[in-house]
C-alpha cells in the first residue's frame, strides 16, 4: 500500500524557503503532505503562508522558579539566597536557557556573587543579535565571563567555528587549541586531551555546551553559538565565521587585518591580494577551492598556527608549492579532503609542524617521505586511508619527538622485520623502536609473525594502544576515537602465537581483548596477564573448552578477572560452560554478559571438582545489567543447583527430588535470582530449553499471628526493563511459583514494576506467563510485542495501585499498610474478583503479587482507581491462536461505587494480527458506565488482521471513548458483521473526532457500519477505503456525518456509491 500521509519537519529556518526549489510538494500537489515549520522569526512563518502559527510561551514565575531551584541546588534553600533568587528569576524574562545558564553558574556560590550576578544581569548593555532576546543574551554572557579560566573561554570559543547542530570532535579542540597555544601548561598531547575533556564536561556542566550521541563529541546550543560568535567576533578575539550562504563578497574584500581566526563553510574562491596578517587559524568545511586559491590562502596568511581543510576538493594543493610559505604552521589537518599527491619538498619545510592529520583522505596513497625530516612532529594520523600503500623505510625512525601516532583502517604492508633501511616499506620494528617516547600507537598488523621475541615492544609504562592482528579490525567502536583504552585485537591466528613474548606484553596491559577464529586455544591462561582487562570478546575459537585453565585443580588467583566489565562468547563450539563457582565469585564488576552459538554449552556458572555448592551464596554479579543468551541448544540453566549426591545416592535422590519438583529446569533458577539485583535487560533467543525463564521462591508475611497475608516474592529482579525471548520452542512458560505452604495458595499477581518492554516471538509451546494461580502484572510496560504464540491464553493484568496506600521509605520495604486493618484489608477478597487488589508502592520497585481472577484475556483488569502506573503505549499482538480477549475491563464491585476507571489512557498504538480465537476486543461487562474519558483517550491508531471470529469492534460505549483515534484499519476479518455494535436502542449520536481514514478490506459479511439507532459523526474523515465488501449497505447519509469536503471514497468488488451516500 502506497503511503498517503507524509509530515515533514522544517526546524529552526531563518529565511524563507521555496518548497519547489527544496522539492517539496505545495498546494493540491499533494493533499497529503504537512509541513511543520519552527523559526525564532515568525515573519519567516507568514511568508512563508503558515496556515496556523503557534507561538511557545515563554515560562510562568513559577516554572521559572522551580527551573531554576534544580540549578542552583541546595543554595536555593539558604535563606540569605532567597530574595536574590527571586530577582535573578526575574531578570532571565522566562526563557529557560537565560535561566539554566545562570542557575548552573551560581551553583554553590557565595551571596556575594549572588549580588554582582543580579547586578550584571540588570546593567548589561543589550546586543542586536537577530533571534537572540536580550535576556537570554545577557544570561549567557554572564555565564561565559565567570567562567574560572582563560581556557575554557578559548574551548567555549572555539566551539562555535563549527557549523549550527555539528556534533564538535573533541579531538579538533584539542588539536586546534594545541597548534593555536592555548593550553599553555600542557607539556603533551596526551596532557593537553585530558585538559580539553575536563574543560568540556565544566562546560556541559555549566549548559554553555551540551551532550552528543557520537562518541568523543559535543554540541552547541544554535543560541548559545550566537551569543559565542557575537563575543569572539570582537576584540581581542577577531573571529570570522561564515556559512556557505554567507560566503558571497569574501573574494571582494581585500583585507582583514584585524582577524586571528576565520571559519568558512561551502565553496570557496580566494582571490590574489587578500590580506590576513594576523590570522593565526583558519578552518574550511565541505567545499571545493578553485584554481589558485590555495596559493592565494598561503601568501595571504603567513602567521597561520592551524589550518584546517576538513572535507574539501583541492586540486591543486599536491602541485601548490606556496605551503612552504607557512614557516610557523603547527598544526595541519587535511582530514577527509581530496587532493593529488602532496609535493615532498613542500611538506618537508614545515619545520615547525608539530600535527599532520590525513584522516579519511581516500587519495593518499602514498606518504610522503620527506615528513621525515619534520623533527617537531608530535602526531601523525592516516586513520581509515583505505588507499595507502606505500610507506617508505626510515620514516619513523626520523620522528624523534613523535607522541601519538594513529593508523588504524589504512596502511597494512608492512615488511618483516626490520626492513631495508635503503629501499622498501617501512617495518613494525621500526614503529617499535620509537617506543620510549611514544604515547598512543593506534594501528593495523598482518600478523602476529611481524613481531619478533627480540625486539623491545611499547617500552613506554604509559603508552595506549590500539592494535589490531588480521584482517579484522575495531571489533571495539572506541578504537575509531582517540581517547580509547589499551585495546587488543587477534585474528585469523594459533594459540602458539599468542605465547610469544611480544604479544604476552601486550595481553599484559590490555584493557580489552578479541580474539577471532583462535585456532587450538583450549583456554585463556590463568595468570596474571589478565588482571586488568575490563573488556573480553571471543568468537569462532573452535577449541576453547575453559575459560581458564585448571579450574578443578588449581586455585585460581584473587585478581583473576576481577576488574572484567563486558564479556562476549560467540561460537565457541566445545565450551560447555563459562564459569566455575570460584571464578564467578570474582566478577564483582561485570556489566554485561552476552554468550551465543557455543552449540555445547550447558550452564553458564557450573561446580567444578571440589567445590563446594554453598560456594554460590557468595556469587553476586550486582553491577550485571544487561544479559544475553542466544543459540545455545544445550543449555539447562545459568547453574544447576544441585550436584551433591555421590554416585551411589544420585539416582534415589534425583527421582525423590524430581518428584518434588525440585529438578524442573530453569533458565533461573530461585538458587541464582539473588545474583542479580541490578538487571535490567535479559533477552533469550534460539534456546532449546524444555522449562521456564525464572524459578521464584516465595514465602509468605504473617500478621504476628498464624494467618497468612501477602507472598514476598525475591526483590532482585526489581530493576529488569526490557525482556525479550524468542525462538525457544520448548518454553511453557516465563514464571514458576514455588511457596512454602502450598496448601495457603491465594490466586496472587506477578508484578515488575520497571518493566519497559517485554517481547514474545516463535513460542508455539507457550500456554502462560506465569502459574495458573497467579497473573503477570505489566502496568509499567510501554511497548509490549507478542507474536506466533499459538497456545498463549493471557497475557496477564495492568492492575492500578491504591493512591490511599502510604508510600513507605526503601528501609521499610517488608512492612505493608493495608489501611483498615493490621491482618487485611475491609475488602480483601482471596479470588480477587470484583474487590481491590493490594499493591505495594512503587517507590519500593519491587517485584509485586497481587489478587487476580482467571480468564482467557490479554488483560483481565479489576480497575477501581485511576491508573497512573499504566504505562502501556505500544501493544502488538500476532499470531496466538487461544486469545479470545484483549481488555478485559471490570469496573468496582458494587455498582453504586461513585469510583471511576481510568484504562490504559497512555495507549497510543494496537495492532492485532492472526488471532483465530479472538471475539472480542473490549468487553466491559455491566461496568462500562464507570469508565471516564481518559480511558484510552491517546489511542491513534488500530490495525485489525484475520481475527476471523470477531463479529464486530467497538461497542457504543467503547467507541465514546476514543477521541483520538486517527486511523482504523480492519482486514480479512471472516465474521465480523459491523464496525460499531449497539448496545440500546435508543437514538444516539456518536462522535469520532479525529479519524482521518478508514480502511476496510475482504469482510465478507460486514453489514453494517454502525446500526440505524446511531447517528455517526467523522468531522475529520479525509479518506474511507472499502475494497472487497460486497455486503456493505448504502444507506441514508444523515446516519453518518462528514462534513470535510477533502474526503476521498474508494471502493471496489461491490456497486459504487454515489452522491453523498456512504456505507451503513
Not at 113 to 124: I, K
Not at 501 to 509: D, G
Not at 725 to 746: L, W
Request: charged residues 25%; contains cysteine; hydrophobic residues 35%.
Amino acid at each position: 500500500m502506497g503511503i498517503e500521509r507524509i509530515l515533514i519537519v522544517l526546524d529552526d529556518a531563518w529565511t524563507e524557503l521555496g518548497f519547489a526549489a527544496i522539492g517539496l510538494p505545495y498546494g493540491d500537489a499533494h493533499k497529503g503532505c504537512k509541513v511543520l515549520l519552527t523559526s525564532r522569526d515568525s515573519d519567516v512563518c507568514n511568508r512563508m503562508g503558515s496556515q496556523q502559527i503557534i507561538a511557545v510561551p515563554i515560562l510562568t514565575a513559577e516554572e521559572s522558579e522551580e527551573l531554576f531551584r534544580e540549578m542552583v541546588g541546595e543554595s536555593f534553600n539558604d535563606p540569605d539566597l532567597r530574595s536574590i533568587a527571586k530577582d535573578v528569576v526575574e531578570e532571565c524574562g522566562g526563557l529557560p536557557i537565560a535561566i539554566v545558564t545562570v542557575g548552573k553558574a551560581l551553583e554553590k556560590k557565595t551571596k556575594h556573587e549572588w549580588d554582582d550576578a543580579l547586578n550584571q544581569l540588570r546593567n548589561s548593555t543589550p546586543v542586536n543579535i537577530p533571534g537572540v532576546n536580550d535576556k537570554v543574551y545577557s544570561s549567557i554572557k554572564w555565564s561565559y565571563d565567570r567562567l574560572e579560566s582563560d581556557e575554557a573561554k578559548s574551548c567555549l570559543l572555539l566551539c562555535c567555528i563549527f557549523p549550527e547542530d555539528y556534533d564538535i570532535p573533541i579531538e579538533y579542540l584539542v588539536r586546534y587549541g594545541w597548534g593555536g597555544g592555548y593550553f599553555s601548561n600542557s607539556f603533551t598531547l596526551e596532557d593537553t586531551r585530558n585538559r580539553v575533556h575536563s574543560l568540556v564536561d565544566q562546560l556541559q556542566r555549566r549548559f554553555l555546551l551540551i551532550d552528543s550521541s557520537k562518541r568523543e563529541t559535543t554540541k552547541m546550543h544554535d543560541i548559545v553559538r550566537d551569543v559565542a560568535i557575537s563575543i569572539a567576533s570582537r576584540d581581542p578575539h577577531g573571529f570570522l565565521i561564515r556559512s556557505n550562504a554567507e560566503n558571497k563578497g569574501w573574494s571582494n574584500l581585500a583585507t582583514y587585518d584585524h582577524y586571528t581566526t576565520i571559519s568558512l563553510v561551502g565553496e570557496l574562491e580566494i582571490q590574489d591580494g587578500l590580506k590576513c596578517p594576523k590570522l593565526e587559524l583558519l578552518q574550511t568545511m565541505e567545499g571545493h577551492f578553485s584554481e589558485g586559491s590555495m596559493d592565494n590562502i598561503c601568501k595571504a596568511m603567513k602567521e597561520l598556527k592551524v589550518l584546517a581543510l576538513v572535507g574539501m576538493e583541492m586540486e591543486d594543493l599536491g602541485s601548490s608549492r606556496s605551503l612552504g610559505l607557512l614557516e610557523n604552521l603547527r598544526t595541519l589537518c587535511l582530514d577527509e579532503s581530496n587532493f593529488d599527491d602532496m609535493s615532498t619538498d613542500v611538506i618537508g619545510s614545515l619545520e615547525n609542524l608539530e600535527i599532520l592529520s590525513f584522516r579519511g583522505c581516500d587519495s593518499m596513497r602514498e606518504l610522503p617521505r620527506e615528513i621525515g625530516r619534520l623533527k617537531q612532529l608530535r602526531l601523525l594520523d592516516t586513520t581509515d586511508c583505505k588507499k595507502l600503500k606505500v610507506i617508505p623505510h626510515g620514516i619513523f625512525s626520523s620522528l624523534c619527538r613523535l607522541e601519538e601516532l594513529y593508523m588504524l583502517g589504512s596502511f597494512k604492508k608492512w615488511e618483516i622485520g626490520r626492513g631495508r633501511e635503503d629501499k622498501g616499506m617501512a617495518s613494525i620494528s621500526e614503529v617499535m623502536s620509537l617506543s620510549h617516547h611514544l604515547k598512543v600507537l593506534s594501528i593495523n598488523i598482518p600478523s602476529v609473525i611481524h613481531l619478533f621475541p627480540k625486539d623491545i615492544v611499547l617500552k613506554s609504562p604509559t603508552i595506549r594502544f590500539a592494535i589490531c592482528f588480521g584482517t579484522w579490525g575495531r571489533q571495539f567502536s572506541e578504537m575509531s576515537t582517540y581517547a580509547f583504552k589499551n585495546c587488543l585485537e587477534i585474528g585469523e591466528s594459533d594459540a602458539r602465537e599468542l605465547e610469544s613474548q611480544a604479544v604476552r606484553l601486550l595481553l599484559k596491559k590490555s584493557k580489552k581483548l578479541y580474539l577471532y577464529n583462535v585456532k587450538n586455544l583450549s583456554f585463556l591462561t590463568d595468570q596474571e596477564v589478565f588482571q586488568d582487562l575490563n573488556d573480553l570478546r571471543l568468537e569462532i575459537c573452535p577449541n576453547t573448552k575453559y575459560l581458564a585453565n585448571g579450574i578443578s585443580t588449581i586455585q585460581l588467583p584473587d585478581n583473576f578477572l576481577t576488574n572484567l566489565r563486558f564479556l562476549k562468547l560467540g561460537s565457541c563450539g566445545v565450551l560447555k560452560y563459562v564459569f566455575s563457582l570460584s571464578a564467578a565469585r570474582n566478577l564483582v564488576q561485570l556489566r554485561k554478559l552476552d554468550i551465543g552459538g557455543c552449540d555445547q554449552m550447558e550452564e553458564i556458572v557450573s561446580k567444578q571438582g571440589r567445590e563446594h555448592e554453598e560456594e554460590a551464596d557468595m556469587i553476586s554479579f550486582h553491577k550485571l545489567t544487561k544479559l544475553f543468551l542466544w543459540g545455545l541448544e544445550s543449555l539447562v540453566g545459568f547453574f544447576q543447583a544441585n550436584k551433591l549426591y555421590s554416585n551411589q545416592e544420585e539416582t534415589t535422590a534425583r527421582v525423590e527430588h524430581q518428584s518434588a519438583g525440585i529438578f524442573e529446569k530453569a533458565i533461573f533458577p530461585s538458587k541464582c535470582i539473588s545474583w542479580f539485583p541490578s538487571l535490567e535487560e535479559v533477552q533469550l533467543k534460539r534456546v532449546k530449553f524444555e522449562g521456564v525463564l525464572f524459578d521464584l521462591k516465595i514465602h509468605r508475611v504473617m500478621d504476628g499471628q498464624t494467618t497468612p497475608i501477602f507472598p514476598q516474592l525475591p526483590r532482585e529482579l526489581l530493576n529488569l526493563e526490557e525482556v525479550t525471548i524468542s525462538g525457544c520452542p520448548h518454553m511453557e512458560t516465563i514464571v514458576r511459583i514455588t511457596e512454602e505452604n502450598e496448601e495457603e495458595a491465594t490466586k496472587y499477581m506477578i508484578s515488575f514494576p520497571k518493566l519497559n518492554t517485554f517481547k514474545l516471538k516463535d513460542l508455539p509451546r507457550l500456554t502462560s506467563l506465569c502459574p495458573e494461580d497467579f497473573t503477570f502484572l505489566w502496568s509499567s510496560t510501554k511497548n509490549m510485542h507478542v507474536e506466533r504464540c499459538e497456545k498463549l491464553k493471557t497475557l496477564g493484568a495492568v492492575i492500578p495501585q491504591r493512591k490511599k496506600l502510604e508510600n513507605k521509605s526503601e528501609k521499610d520495604s517488608t512492612s505493608h499498610d493495608f489501611s483498615t486493618s493490621p491482618t487485611r484489608p475491609s475488602n480483601w477478597c482471596p479470588a480477587g474478583c470484583g474487590c481491590t487488589p493490594y499493591s505495594r508502592p512503587n517507590a519500593h520497585r519491587s517485584i509485586e503479587i497481587l489478587p487476580r481472577p482467571i480468564n482467557l484475556e490479554v488483560t483481565p483488569t479489576n480497575l477501581e482507581d485511576s491508573n497512573d502506573d499504566d504505562n502501556l503505549e505500544n501493544l502488538v499482538v500476532h499470531n496466538c491462536a487461544s486469545l479470545e480477549v484483549i481488555f478485559q475491563l471490570k469496573g468496582p464491585k458494587h455498582e453504586d461505587s461513585s469510583h471511576t476507571v481510568e484504562a490504559f489512557h497512555k495507549l497510543r498504538f494496537l495492532q492485532l494480527y492472526t488471532l483465530p480465537s479472538l471475539t472480542r476486543v473490549w468487553e466491559t461487562g455491566s461496568s462500562q458506565q464507570m469508565f471516564t474519558g481518559s480511558s484510552f483517550e491517546n489511542l491513534k491508531s488500530l490495525e485489525i488482521h484475520r481475527c476471523n471470529q470477531l463479529k464486530y469492534l467497538f461497542s457504543s460505549s467503547i467507541v465514546k471513548l476514543l477521541v483520538s483515534v486517527e486511523d482504523i484499519r480492519v482486514y480479512n476479518c471472516e465474521q465480523m458483521e459491523e464496525i460499531v455494535a449497539a448496545e440500546e436502542e435508543t437514538a444516539e449520536i456518536i462522535t469520532l473526532p479525529k479519524v482521518k481514514s478508514i480502511k476496510l478490506l475482504r469482510l465478507p459479511k460486514l453489514k453494517y457500519f454502525c446500526g440505524e439507532a446511531y447517528t455517526l459523526k467523522l468531522p475529520s474523515l479525509e479518506l474511507l477505503s472499502v475494497i472487497s465488501v460486497q455486503e456493505l449497505r448504502p444507506f441514508d447519509p444523515k446516519h453518518v456525518d462528514t462534513h470535510n469536503p477533502r474526503l476521498q471514497v474508494k471502493t471496489a468488488f461491490r456497486q459504487e456509491w454515489t452522491g453523498t451516500s456512504m456505507p451503513h
